[in-house]
């Protein structure tokens, strides 16, 4: 089954994906910090029966996998494809998700709320991945009782998740913002909207790839549609922003542009180790390369898909074998050497 | 004609080349500070004569240049060459040059003083151009009695030249003693010998593509054969050394070295503009890269001579028209593409 991120991206993408996580309480259990073990164990069996048992499609196509089996490296891969979050893998508490074949649902299970419903769509599609978290919504709630009030709505173990419950988020590529140094402030800009600006990998992670996510913090006294609209309202002024700025490089500074991304490519296409921090940023000005037409290639090069693949636990998993940090910024630069060539 | 540089590099050179420079006065006239400008032009007519009326092959090999009719660059090209000096080009007094068709031999006339035999020869060859120059200075003392005491030997305006007047000097390449931050230890070594380490243009001039050149300080109280017999063997000791950094590297550290090589070589064969200290630091690594084997050539590749071509002087000269610094650089970066393209 091919997952959301192996699709080729055309066009001038600089929204990656879209995804909504919704946040849920089973009525008959105590929110997660205070859940005893057998509890714990009666609520993962509970949400893996409302899919698994459901009469629908989605009983066949979802994964049911028991995080407290897992290894370190098998845990950090589903962290470095976002299907858990690192909150859910950190915990010494009973825990486990549901995965969709094609990867564009995880349904978390004790996590900080006992179920935490995520879905995702490559590009600016974030409608589509509200109309099917809202589904998976509608599918756990026929056989298992929210934690719901009338006044306040869905109830959160989190006060700042209290309400919808919903979380809408862009994956966004600004290479030209961050390379102009205005990350910081556009932060601050949309934090007055009720909109936040995180890393590739969320709260408190460092920025890699000129990845960001935009995602709203308000969840209480707007309906999901209004807070789908506010963020895709601030969203598309970003990348108005992103245009204009690679607009007027390409106009005015096409040469240094074209040597910054021809140095990444010359680097990644030849070097022999690299770690992922910079081989993300080279990535970046990769993709950047192909947006703007800048590198040639072939279409069947998948940046984001790269930048998945030589994280370190994904790196790790595919070799089927642990290896040290050095051995592993070798296997890195093997592997993306693999993918450009014949491809740029 | 093709000149000494444009043969192919082989084997583990350190040793690019080997030069003999002596320094010579007439004796009938006053040193070059004190010359006036009839005198210089004398001078200049005098040594023109004795090369290009001499009765042996040289009379036609050799090309009359006079400095004062040249244009900047063109004078600059010439430094970069290493045919002249940086004090011969600085001067605003009446000064030539006589350079041979294969620029193994130039002859300065009216520098420091009155005349500067150079003679240079690729690789490891400090006798053959030694003979030569020894060739040389016997045509021009045919016709020009030399200012020359029974004591003292040769008189010249900077005391440190007297008695030989030669300065006898390899330029190596040496990265590996660089990469390990050794060559000023180096420095102060061999000035115990009576040698000097200089940069790759001579005094004063910063280090460029771990280039240097080593030379005699002393020229008085030797014969020329004994002073070259020293330069020899200190220089034996440098390659010694660099060859042990080499192989230690290629054995305890080889993924290191390969990754350092490949991406000068991604960059070099990737960029789109490139300034020239960058350029001649990472055409070291790829003279490094070749020298070990790790990069493949099809042998039509000649570092030295790229480094010399891409010296602002030079690259302008082939441009045939003045351009700025930026366009140089787009230009440096082009030139390299085009020199690295299907030869490594």
Redesign the interface.
């Given at each position: 089954m091919n997952k959301w991120y192996d699709s080729s991206e055309t066009g001038d993408n600089i929204v990656i994906s879209s995804r909504i996580r919704l946040a849920r309480n089973v009525k008959k259990y105590p929110f997660s910090c205070r859940l005893s073990e057998e509890q714990a164990y009666n609520l993962i069996d509970d949400v893996k029966n409302s899919i698994k048992n459901s009469r629908t499609v989605f009983g066949d196509s979802f994964d049911f996998i028991n995080l407290n089996e897992k290894s370190e490296i098998e845990k950090h891969s589903l962290l470095e494809n976002h299907s858990v979050s690192p909150e859910l893998i950190n915990k010494n508490k009973p825990s486990a998700v549901l995965i969709k074949d094609d990867e564009t649902v995880s349904i978390m299970i004790n996590e900080e709320d006992h179920i935490r419903i995520q879905t995702v769509f490559p590009g600016y599609n974030i409608k589509k991945a509200w109309e099917l978290a809202d589904k998976i919504d509608n599918l756990v709630e026929e056989s298992i009782e929210y934690a719901f009030d009338e006044d306040y709505g869905y109830l959160t173990s989190c006060i700042t998740n209290v309400g919808t419950g919903i979380r809408a988020s862009f994956m966004i590529h600004i290479p030209l913002i961050e390379m102009f140094g205005q990350v910081e402030n556009l932060g601050q800009a949309i934090s007055k909207f009720g909109m936040t600006l995180r890393g590739i990998y969320g709260e408190g992670s460092e920025p890699l790839g000129s990845i960001y996510q935009i995602s709203n913090q308000v969840t209480l006294g707007k309906s999901e549609c209004e807070i789908i609209d506010a963020l895709k309202n601030v969203t598309n002024q970003i990348i108005e922003q992103e245009n204009e700025l690679r607009q007027n490089l390409m106009k005015n500074h096409r040469?240094?542009l074209?040597?910054k991304i021809?140095?990444s490519?010359?680097?990644?296409?030849?070097?022999?180790?690299i770690n992922s921090k910079e081989a993300m940023q080279l990535l970046s000005d990769l993709r950047l390369g192909i947006i703007t037409g800048i590198l040639e290639t072939n279409g069947d090069v998948n940046i984001y898909k790269i930048m998945m693949d030589i994280q370190p636990g994904n790196l790790i998993k595919n070799m089927s074998k642990n290896v040290s940090a050095d051995e592993r910024d070798?296997q890195r630069?093997k592997y993306i050497r693999k993918c450009l060539e014949n491809n740029i």
């Open positions: 040469i240094d074209e040597d021809f140095r490519y010359g680097v990644l296409s030849n070097c022999r180790k070798i630069a």
